[in-house]
């Protein structure tokens, strides 16, 4: 089993970035998948989640409006279009299966 994210890196408050999850090992379909992140100092907070018919979609308070989670279950991927970022964005993003499998993270920093 492999969840790979990408996608990250460095974008100045009020841009966007899209970071995606490369899955593999298991049925992506049979998966609800979810976006979380963990920033420096802060504790682990979950930012977004898709169940696996892709009907239920669900936002951390934090990032409802900004953020839009999709699937492409073809393609096995995880999606998160993040828009009008904000420091507060700054972190680790980590997708995740069912909270089952997680991938290793890719570093967001929103910094002018």
């Known amino acids: 089993v492999q969840l790979a994210e990408s996608g990250g890196g460095l974008a100045q408050p009020g841009g966007s970035l899209r970071l995606s999850c490369a899955a593999s090992?298991?049925?992506?379909?049979?998966?609800?998948m979810s976006w979380a992140r963990q920033a420096p100092g802060k504790g682990f907070e979950w930012v977004a989640a898709?169940?696996?018919?892709?009907?239920?979609?669900f936002y951390g308070d934090s990032v409802k409006g900004r953020f839009t989670i999709s699937r492409d279950d073809a393609e096995s991927t995880l999606y998160l279009q993040m828009n009008n970022l904000e420091p507060e964005d700054t972190g680790v993003y980590l997708c995740?299966?069912?909270?089952?499998?997680w991938g290793q993270g890719t570093q967001v920093t929103v910094s002018s």
């Open positions: 995740n299966a069912r909270g089952v499998y």
């Open positions: 090992g298991f049925i992506f379909g049979d998966y609800s």
């Open positions: 898709i169940k696996d018919d892709g009907d239920e979609i």
